[in-house]
């Protein structure tokens, strides 16, 4: 009687988080039918917001969601990197340091006395960075939160051995696509479509609102000639640099931009 082949060992999956509100973590348990589908395909060996079931590694993917904020996380993100053959970080916290980066053009001492009673007990840096900052990653995705479906394509990439095949187009486009009327041109509202990378399908333009970058720099963003033309169309820096230092504010292309911005002489 012939013996049957061994089932081949699926790779091992690890989701660490660090500094983040765990909302891209979700969107992984919120693929629902889908997620049965890649539970087939891995073995998740990582993942406490799931399981408190842990496997030690190595690992043959590693997600990794949030930002650096703590000398503690410095060294950890270097042990995920030991541990894990790729490593992709997923959300705007990992990938540019979160809406936490704020605290970078600030003295985050002053955070500390607002939020703790006793913040001498808490150790922080003084800034939030990507993870990539740290050690090489293998693919950034991005969004706040990351969307889904990108994900799951990520992951399947992964599997199967393959780069991931995220689109690079700004938000504009999907306006155009759906038949959504420019905000700015219709109605003066700001709006960082131009420059920011597909993901939500144009969500707040659609709904009357600017896009807010959500999803970061678009391939080739050209920042400073978007704020230009807003200002031309009457933005003032007061409502500019609030939009571009927020889920993405130390993205380098927007903190770039935020930082000649802040700098730049007000003119009659």
């Known amino acids: 009687m012939k013996s049957s082949p061994e089932t081949p060992r699926r790779p091992r999956l690890a989701l660490h988080k660090f500094a983040s509100c765990d909302g891209c973590q979700l969107s992984l348990l919120s693929c629902e039918d889908e997620l049965m589908a890649i539970a087939g395909q891995v073995e998740i060996s990582y993942f406490l917001e799931a399981t408190s079931c842990i496997q030690p590694g190595p690992y043959e993917i590693a997600l990794v969601e949030g930002s650096i904020t703590t000398p503690h996380d410095k060294e950890r993100i270097q042990q995920v990197r ?3 053959q790729k490593v992709v970080t997923i959300g705007a916290c990992a990938t540019s340091g979160g809406i936490q ?3 970078n053009w600030a003295n985050h001492e002053d955070f500390l006395k ?10 922080t840096l003084a800034t939030s960075t990507a993870i990539a900052d740290h050690i090489p990653v293998d693919f950034e995705l991005r969004g706040c939160p990351i969307n889904r479906h990108q994900l799951l394509e ?3 990439a992964m599997i199967n051995g393959r780069m991931p095949k995220i689109p690079r187009h700004s938000v504009c ?3 155009k696509r759906r038949g959504v009327v420019c905000v700015e041109v219709a109605q003066g509202i700001p ?3 131009p420059i920011t990378q597909t993901g939500c399908g144009a969500l707040c333009p659609t709904y009357d609102r600017g896009c807010y970058g959500c999803f970061g720099p678009a391939a080739q963003a050209n920042c400073t ?3 230009h033309t807003l200002q031309d169309n009457g933005a003032t820096k007061d409502t500019l640099l609030p939009l571009l230092r927020n889920f993405n504010a130390a993205a380098p292309e927007f903190a770039e931009q935020s930082n000649a911005l802040e700098n730049q002489e007000e003119t009659l």
């Open 82 to 84: 030991r541990d894990a």
């Open 101 to 103: 980066s704020l605290k």
């Open 114 to 123: 607002c939020v703790y009673a006793r913040p001498e007990f808490i150790e």
């Open 154 to 156: 990520v992951l399947v």
């Open 173 to 175: 486009l999907d306006c």
């Open 191 to 193: 709006c960082l479509g």
């Open 225 to 227: 000639g978007l704020v």
